[in-house]
């Protein structure tokens, strides 16, 4: 996997710091994709210059402001799909594991013989 930098010729060098862009150390991924630093390039691609100042400057308040978010970082830097979590068990694959019909068994360990042995009762 090539290391997302930033280069003194790129439209987001002085925008975004290496620390931005980099690999985070936590997923070994690169904290921003690759698809999301050229939609910011493109986004820079203004012909007057205070728009191009204010497009930077939503473009950093954007990246700082999911730094303490995790779950943006994951959707929208990183355009990963969301975690999904369901209380629905029954998702139409069938009885997985059944408890009912199973005999608890009891399991002791014999004197002197380092043996386990089990016992149904």
Do not use: C
Not at 1 to 29: A, H, N, W
Not at 31 to 42: F, N, S, T, Y
Not at 68 to 91: F, Q
């Amino acid at each position: 996997m090539q290391v997302p930098k930033i280069s003194v010729g790129d439209t987001l060098f002085g925008v975004l710091t290496e620390d931005d862009v980099g690999i985070d150390v936590v997923t070994g991924r690169p904290k921003i994709a690759k698809d999301v630093l050229d939609v910011m390039r493109d986004y820079f691609s203004v012909d007057d210059p205070s728009q191009k100042k204010i497009r930077i400057e939503r473009v950093r308040r954007s990246v700082w402001d999911l730094e303490d978010d995790p779950h943006g970082k994951k959707t929208l830097l990183r355009l990963e799909p969301a975690t999904k979590v369901t209380s629905n068990l029954n998702k139409g694959k069938g009885l997985v594991y059944d408890f009912e019909g199973q005999k608890l068994l009891m399991v002791k360990l014999l004197p002197r013989s380092g043996k386990w042995v089990s016992k149904d009762t």
